[in-house]
């Protein structure tokens, strides 16, 4: 059954927050009493819906159903999880606590407070034990960490909970095991918004300057390892200790006396403003979050190319999702069989505007290789020394696939022996064939480098497959040579 | 003529500055009196072999020659750009400047230091206008930032001398125009690492969720945009004015209690050097680096994709090396035409450990875009809504490339009208064709959707091409279809 996420607060998070369940599948009700909260959330939903299918392999569910409620009472019913993201006034959020436990027992409670402290947001609640802190970062779309912070009074089945749901929107939700003010990522921010407004203010450098020493250097660095495991690195062989003992000593350097909070005046306001604008006032703030959320799905897509850091946290949500997409099974008699679902993603165009051409045959990969993986010729198979390897291949371009087009792959097998297969893929929007591949693979011995028969338990699950294929009517494109005049 | 670069001082910094010269063609002289300085340069330079390469889409320059020297003053000799990577000691550092400028007069001297300003490293100096300060980031081969900071002793011209060979070695100088301790950059580092100590300390965190904190939400961003453009974005259409508004007052808030700094204790160092051998002691450094390295590499490409931040950098790097590449000129007389020039990188590798067959596909497209390219059919020409696109394709994989080979794509036209281009590709290592792809090309009306004639300009510069590769022999796989037999 689709689940239910209450949003109250529609702003920015709010709307990342309610974009994030939303596209996965779960129903969304929001309440904020701003008359423009429902344009506001539209134009977050509209960047979410351009970025997040770019990071999923795997077909994203149906969109859940989004409404707005005119009260927290109606915003609440049904809730399976509900989530606060209201101004940073301590007694607001008290005042939408107790609304939403007059109306709602025993649903979780995350609350997107930068800065204050469970035990703080529990006080005077009806049942403290459900409320805590679900602490995201700008996009919730797109970026995974969720700060969980309990407190004394946290029931931990409700924590469980809590981290499971996000972890089922794609998120990764890090414990935070003792609160403290600003939690941990804040404190950082906190820390280093300190040290740039002194650069600023005593104008050793600009915002575009700071900005350049951030994102040329240590940021690149920080959005795969964290400070303390890019350290240990610097530290080389001789590891961590060798690094502390190198740069503990900096601590007592000059430029801790630095450490005061510079006094916050308009002018200091007006500067930095100013410079702001000097240096991103060419882009507005729509393309500046495109261009954001564009590079944000190259970072992550790489990282998931090497399963690690947020690219993990990708692939095992794919996972999740494709358990559920397999158990449908599919049989291959009567009809080629649909091996692949795939979307065309934003590094998939061309200059065209249209799916570069080497997509479609990488389209084709992704479908022969959940073939193959169906007759037992799977990664275990390979690391066992035998492959199937592509000899040959014959495409023909029919159509022009855009960016966000759902694709099929279906695979027909036209005719198959002990050490060959030869397929024939159609990569299809619906029932429109945008590209037909014909292709020969032939079985491999890889130490050898030659082809050789294929396992007998490959060979049992290919040949009743082919078998049924038999009864399909023969592509007309099969055999066609390139520049061949159509029939 | 090849240029030669003097590093003083081995270690894994200076490491990486003789890495980035090498692979960019200049010659490099060693000088650090540790007897283990070639072997740490030389692993150094194996990581930069294996990852510099994947940045580039422009056939890298032959390696300059790396040699070590016996003493300072046979380094610097003939040296047009001199490195100093030596301890953060600054008696050292004056000892080695004033080594340095016995023997060599006028050449930039850049300083590793993350910590002195140019006025302390001249103190005392022959010729301190020379000595500057040139701050890069680990790692040094591939983080572009390197901050140049001068002090009112600098000569301008030495400085913009300076800047201008980082830049031709690939890297972003990032003038700071008021000296101060530790720069810009290592001043947040600092600052974060002072708060990182104190969440260890007081056990609010591991070093591993430290980590986590950083990676799975802001480190991600700033690789992009850096702390200001991030917060520009976060104040929404309002803008910066309104997000200082909003978040100005809470620094004032009581975690900025916490700017001490924490005590530097042998517990201190015991406890996070015990945690991080907890999160990252199942790699070894060495893994470490080339995990770092592959996951910047994917950041960077994800950038160069998007002509942004460090992206946009390479790209330049690119632009500046395709203009002498071009210099030599093709003329198809008597061979197939070289178009394209490629380096089979980490990402094209599929789990065979080959190069993945959609690539094969993508260098075919590389080398006709080059063609295309070159008969005027341009960026310009298809924003005035005309293209020639791929109608059919026929792949013969013959060979199997493999990470790090370097490839050429070569164009032959069997045939042309003037609305279609008949070529036959050969992807090649060396003379051995690994793939070889027959392709028709059929020029488009975009708007309309259909074919039409080329523009008379276009059709001019490809007549004479085909009219001379009618004398080169017909390819045997010309004409070929999916599984017929080899004659």
């Given at each position: 059954m689709t689940r239910k996420a209450c949003i109250i607060g529609g702003g920015v998070i709010g709307g990342g927050w309610a974009a994030r369940f939303l596209l996965n599948g779960w129903n969304v009700s929001v309440f904020d009493p701003d008359p423009e909260a429902e344009r506001k959330i539209g134009e977050v939903l509209a960047n979410a819906r351009r970025s997040?299918?770019?990071?999923?392999d795997v077909p994203m569910p149906a969109e859940g159903k989004l409404s707005f409620a005119s009260s927290i009472t109606e915003a609440v019913e049904g809730a399976d999880y509900i989530q606060e993201s209201v101004s940073e006034r301590l007694e607001l959020k008290h005042r939408v606590f107790a609304q939403i436990q007059q109306a709602s027992h025993g649903v979780p409670i995350g609350s997107s407070t930068s800065g204050f402290k469970p035990s703080e947001l529990q006080?005077?609640?009806?049942?403290?034990?459900t409320i805590f802190v679900a602490h995201p970062f700008n996009p919730v779309y797109l970026l995974p960490l969720a700060e969980i912070v309990p407190s004394a009074k946290s029931d931990a089945k409700v924590i469980e909970n809590a981290k499971e749901i996000l972890r089922e929107v794609g998120m990764f939700p890090l414990h935070v095991r003792k609160e403290i003010?600003?939690?941990?990522a804040d404190r950082f921010l906190e820390a280093v918004w300190r040290e740039a407004l002194w650069l600023v203010k005593d104008g050793i450098a600009t915002t575009e300057e700071i900005d350049e020493a951030i994102r040329m250097g240590f940021g690149l660095r920080w959005g795969q390892m964290g400070l303390f495991e890019t350290y240990r690195v610097a530290g080389g062989e001789a590891g961590m200790k060798h690094f502390m003992a190198q740069?503990?000593?900096?601590?007592?350097?000059?430029?801790?006396?630095?450490t005061d909070v510079p006094e916050f005046t308009e002018e200091l306001v007006d500067l930095i403003a100013g410079q702001s604008d000097e240096q991103s006032?060419?882009?507005?703030i729509r393309e500046l979050e495109r261009i954001r959320d564009s590079n944000l799905i190259g970072f992550m897509r790489a990282l998931k190319d090497r399963n690690w850091g947020a690219g993990k946290v990708l692939l095992d949500h794919d996972k999740r999702r494709r358990a559920a997409f397999h158990e449908a099974g599919e049989t291959g008699q009567g009809a080629p069989m649909v091996m692949a679902h795939m979307q065309v993603l934003?590094?998939?165009?061309?200059y065209n505007g249209h799916?570069?051409?080497?997509r479609y045959l990488f389209a084709a990969s992704e479908t022969s290789d959940a073939f193959l993986r169906l007759i037992g010729a799977d990664m275990d198979y390979i690391a066992n020394g035998h492959s199937y390897y592509t000899a040959e291949t014959h495409i023909m371009h029919l159509g022009e696939a855009k960016l966000g087009d759902r694709l099929i792959g279906t695979i027909q097998i036209l005719s198959s022996d002990e050490k060959r297969i030869h397929a024939f893929i159609r990569i299809q929007r619906g029932d429109e064939v945008v590209a037909s591949l014909e292709q020969m693979f032939l079985h491999v011995d890889m130490k050898a480098g030659r082809a050789c028969p294929a396992a007998p338990e490959v060979l049992a699950k290919l040949a009743p497959i082919a078998e049924a294929h038999k009864t399909l009517p023969r592509p007309e494109a099969a055999g066609r040579y390139t520049g061949e005049r159509r029939k």
């Open positions: 997040l299918p770019a990071l999923s006080e005077n609640a009806a049942d403290p034990a003010d600003a939690h941990i740069f503990g000593p900096c601590l007592q350097w000059p430029w801790t006396k630095l006032g060419q882009y507005t934003p590094g998939w165009i061309d799916m570069t051409e080497s």
